[in-house]
């Protein structure tokens, strides 16, 4: 708050715009990013210090084969969704790292990372309650 300005940035995901099945705990603490950072934006309004949110499409790293699986679903089941989700990790992480610092620089509310959470943001948007049903066909989610 002493500083002349500052940036808070908190990085979310693209499943803190949208939640989709077998992601329940991953979207909620994504969302719970989300809230956050629009809360804490509104309350320094008035100040130097400005609050960014990230929300990261398919970053090329390797949180999807570390993530935990649910018991939701088969081994089987989880094992062609990783396939899928790997197929869609293509952004190098050191792009997604520049393009974070512009939103930076720039002062900017909010950072979608990729085209995928751009469509993912988009089609959210257009509609809110029925966004899986279009995103299954896109995605083949």
């Known amino acids: 708050m002493q500083r ?3 940036q808070i940035v908190n990085v979310s995901s ?3 715009l949208i939640g989709p099945p077998g992601q329940t ?20 309004e008035n100040t130097d210090v400005g609050v960014t949110q990230v929300h990261p499409g398919g970053v090329n790293t390797s949180i999807a084969r570390n993530a935990r699986v649910t018991s ?12 899928n989700i790997q197929a869609i990790l293509k952004m190098p992480p ?12 720039k002062g900017r509310k909010r950072v979608l990372i990729g085209s995928d959470a751009r469509a ?12 899986w049903s279009v995103l299954k066909k896109l995605f083949g989610a």
């Open 120 to 131: 993912i943001d988009i089609i959210n948007r257009l509609t809110p309650t029925g966004y």
């Open 25 to 44: 705990a991953y979207s909620t603490a994504k969302f719970g990013i989300r809230g956050f950072s629009e809360a804490l934006r509104h309350e320094l």
């Open 72 to 83: 939701e679903f088969s081994e089987e089941e989880n094992e062609t969704r990783l396939a």
């Open 14 to 16: 693209a499943f803190g």
């Open 94 to 105: 050191d792009r997604a790292a520049e393009i974070i610092a512009t939103g930076i620089e």
């Open 4 to 6: 002349p300005n500052a």
